[in-house]
T-cell receptor, first 115, second 114 residues
Framework: EPEVTQTPSHQVTQMGQEVILRCVPI?????FYWYRQILGQKVEFLVS????????KSEIFDDQFSVERPDGSNFTLKIRSTKLEDSAMYFC?????????????FGDGTRLSIL | DQQVKQNSPSLSVQEGRISILNCDYT??????FLWYKKYPAEGPTFLIS?????DKNEDGRFTVFLNKSAKHLSLHIVPSQPGDSAVYFC?????????????FGKGTHLIIQP
């Protein structure tokens, strides 16, 4: 069964450094998402992406964050200058469409640890 | 702000019996609801969903019920199996246009006892 893949599985970064998290969505999917889960808290929506532009974003997704689809397969989340509070699991998801209520399928996440 | 609430942090059920996981929501704009299952060190895995135009959806051992007037949904697993032990998340979205993010509950840890 096709799946969403994320790399790396664990990223350790010094505070203030830039970090890029990578995702390969399911190949025929058109909608892409990033979520995060801080330890002990809910999974929270960050941003959605369709047709090479941001479709929706939450309050969490401030100017420090950006997303990109640099080629036909990868979808990346960049955090420009990391803070301690950015430490979390980051999940990428993709869906075939939003019409017809298609579910989002998630990768196994990248654990980001900011020192 | 807890638009999606799962009030039971954990639930213990005997193998072979029915597991019932509950979820409440407050946002009247939500019209598509999903259940995900999550094992440690893995991402959420989609289980089953329901649109607000239905009140029941069934897939094998899993059935989701939606009560729109009460803003309540539940996931029934019958019979429960040891592999069902995991954290179950309820999620909801307003699917009207755009790639809307899901709003998740805090999860219920289901433990199936032999």
């Amino acid at each position: 069964e096709p799946e969403v893949t994320q790399t790396p599985s664990h990223q350790v970064t010094q505070m203030g450094q830039e970090v890029i998290l990578r995702c390969v969505p399911i190949s025929n999917h058109l909608y892409f998402y990033w979520y995060r889960q801080i330890l002990g808290q809910k999974v929270e929506f960050l941003v959605s992406f369709y047709n090479n532009e941001i479709s929706e974003k939450s309050e969490i997704f401030d100017d420090q964050f950006s997303v990109e689809r640099p080629d036909g397969s990868n979808f990346t989340l960049k955090i420009r200058s990391t803070k301690l509070e950015d430490s979390a699991m980051y999940f990428c998801a993709s869906s075939e469409s939003t019409t017809g209520n298609q579910p989002q399928h998630f990768g196994d996440g990248t654990r980001l640890s900011i020192l | 702000d807890q638009q999606v609430k799962q009030n039971s942090p954990s639930l213990s059920v005997q193998e072979g019996r029915i597991s019932i996981l509950n979820c409440d929501y407050t946002n009247s704009m939500f019209d598509y609801f999903l259940w995900y299952k999550k094992y440690p060190a893995e991402g959420p895995t989609f289980l089953i969903s329901i649109s607000s135009i239905k009140d029941k959806n069934e897939d094998g051992r899993f059935t989701v019920f939606l009560n729109k007037s009460a803003k309540h949904l539940s996931l029934h697993i019958v019979p429960s199996q040891p592999g069902d032990s995991a954290v179950y998340f309820c999620a909801a979205t307003d699917s009207g246009g755009g790639a809307d993010g899901l709003t998740f509950g805090k999860g219920t840890h289901l433990i199936i006892q032999p």
